[in-house]
């Protein structure tokens, strides 16, 4: 179970999910009806760990809009609402900010910036941000401009060969990252301690971290063997369907401390 108070905000996978948008992987038939499935077992397994989950209703003419963390970086005083780097995304925000606008106020990342929540890996005080086709360097900036009176810094990374910095990297907490070094230049990290994933699972690195327990699809069996071994109670889920969309198991919820009621 969670130490502090979490909510979940999701979004019920589209219809057209199978319309999504693709970066780096060939489009191959989705079965929307189990990604549907899918993403409700995603939830109870959220809801497991004691966090409470806001489903919002699918958005049908928004295919990726399942992706909720992509419109948002949520921090303990703030919401920052991105401007995705994909266009046809970007009918993706009214709707989720005005969800979010319940438990925080918002501001908003503006032309010419680009930034995608999933290039935003947090650590401590320290955002890093992917430097990505989805995050420019104005919206890098922008996102500094914000955060930088409330404590925080940003800090920029390098990424190839895949969508997102969490495509390549996450924090597993314990000053430790889950990586694929292929994908991303680890030097900005400094001393964090970096456990590398399976060599032929070169997508896993991205999992979901709630306290001491790791959310991972269930495709990467032997990463879940590395973490388990690390000493991290893991939790194999199948996203077999979502997976693709390129789907993370970070992208599909904004998750957010709360105060206590």
Not at 178 to 200: C, E, H, Q, S, T
Not at 218 to 240: C, E, M, N, Q, Y
Request: glycine fraction near 6%.
């Amino acid at each position: 179970m969670v130490s502090m108070p979490l909510r979940a905000i999701t979004r019920a996978v589209s219809p057209s999910l199978k319309d999504c948008q693709l970066a780096f992987m060939e489009r191959r038939p989705i079965d929307v009806a189990k990604a549907i499935t899918q993403h409700q077992q995603y939830e109870e397994c959220l809801r497991s760990l004691g966090i409470v989950v806001v489903s919002l209703p699918a958005l049908p003419d928004l295919p990726d809009a399942v992706f909720v963390e992509d419109p948002a970086i949520l921090l303990d005083e703030v919401a920052i609402m991105t401007r995705m780097g994909a266009e046809s995304r970007r009918g993706e925000s009214a709707s989720l900010a005005e969800a979010i606008a319940r438990f925080r106020p918002l501001h908003w990342i503006t032309e010419p910036g680009t930034l995608e929540g999933g290039d935003v890996v947090r650590i401590g005080s320290t955002l890093f941000v992917g430097r990505s086709t989805r995050s420019n360097d104005a919206g890098i900036a922008q996102l500094a401009g914000e955060v930088t009176p409330l404590g925080y810094r940003v800090q920029s990374a390098e990424i190839q060969g895949c969508l997102h910095l969490k495509s390549a990297c996450t924090y597993l907490g314990r000053d430790a990252l889950l990586a694929n070094r292929a994908w991303v230049d680890m030097r900005p990290f400094g001393r964090a301690r970096v456990i590398d994933v399976a060599p032929d699972e070169p997508a896993a690195a991205d999992v979901l971290a709630i306290d001491d327990t790791i959310i991972i699809p269930a495709s990467f069996p032997k990463t879940a063997r590395i973490l388990d071994r690390a000493g991290w109670h893991v939790l194999p889920i199948d996203v077999s369907e979502l997976q693709k969309a390129e789907a993370g198991v970070t992208c599909m919820s904004v998750i957010f401390t709360v105060a206590d009621s």
